[in-house]
């Protein structure tokens, strides 16, 4: 009887204690080992916890803190206000070919953000009239675009052009400029070169040395296609 008396109050010790303490720690969910670590169904960045530590990489094409909206779409990679940072990263002005058909300028946006160009201007040192750049053109980060005179979205050696020059031009292989403006006429960028910078069929690729100062070189790209070598579209060799 006393070893059922004492099994009895050992049970209603242990109910009381189970009572007092009911809850376990919480669990947490860690951002960055693949695990659903606090048992919700989502792991990682698919975690609404893990949202300050999973932002939207605005250049990636992925929706990297998977709210159902990649780069652009997403409204996180749209800055407020602020400096456009754009560039003229690589021309090609003496190609192996057809001049008219296979010359391009690449324009790059160098910011971590997407970037609206409507309105841009860009021109060689003899253009009379500057080529503006067409409404809702718009950059992810770090995204890079041609300027040739074919068609929009037309392919020539497997270099596609997003914005045409308004009156057909060749950029000339003994020297010349090309200027880029924002929609106000602010300068963004200008590239001058001059004969010999390149050889023919050879891009010539704007670099920065390790304090971050702009120069201008022969590219050491491999050859793209029609004889002709440089990067369009992607980061420079010197890169």
Not at 16 to 31: D, H, M, R, S, Y
Not at 103 to 115: P, Q, Y
Not at 147 to 169: A, D, K, M, Y
Not at 197 to 202: D, L, N
């Amino acid at each position: 009887m006393r070893k059922k008396m004492l099994f009895l109050m050992m049970g209603i010790s242990l109910l009381a204690l189970i009572t007092v303490n009911p809850t376990c720690p919480e669990k947490v969910e860690i951002c960055d080992n693949g695990v659903d670590d606090d048992g919700d169904g989502f792991a990682d960045c698919r975690d609404d916890e893990c949202t300050e530590m999973c932002p939207e990489d605005c250049g990636n094409q992925l929706d990297d803190d998977f709210d159902g909206s990649i780069d652009c779409d997403d409204e996180e990679c749209w800055a407020d206000g602020g400096e456009k940072k754009f560039s003229i990263s690589e021309i090609m002005y003496d190609p192996t070919g057809n001049e008219v058909q296979q010359e391009w300028v690449e324009v790059c946006n160098e910011s971590d953000k997407c970037a609206d160009a409507s309105g841009f201007t860009i021109a060689d040192g003899s253009s009379i009239t500057p080529t503006v750049f067409q409404e809702g053109l718009t950059f992810r980060a770090g995204q890079c675009k041609t300027v040739s005179n074919n068609p929009v979205n037309i392919f020539e050696c497997h270099v596609q052009t997003h914005v045409q020059w308004t009156i057909e031009i060749t950029l000339n292989n003994e020297g010349d400029s090309v200027t880029l403006k924002d929609a106000e006429g602010n300068t963004l960028d200008k590239m001058v070169y001059s004969l010999g910078m390149t050889s023919p069929g050879k891009s010539l690729e704007k670099c920065k040395d390790d304090s971050g100062k702009a120069f201008y070189q022969e590219t050491n790209a491999a050859m793209y296609e029609c004889g002709n070598f440089g990067s369009p579209e992607l980061p420079n060799a010197c890169d």
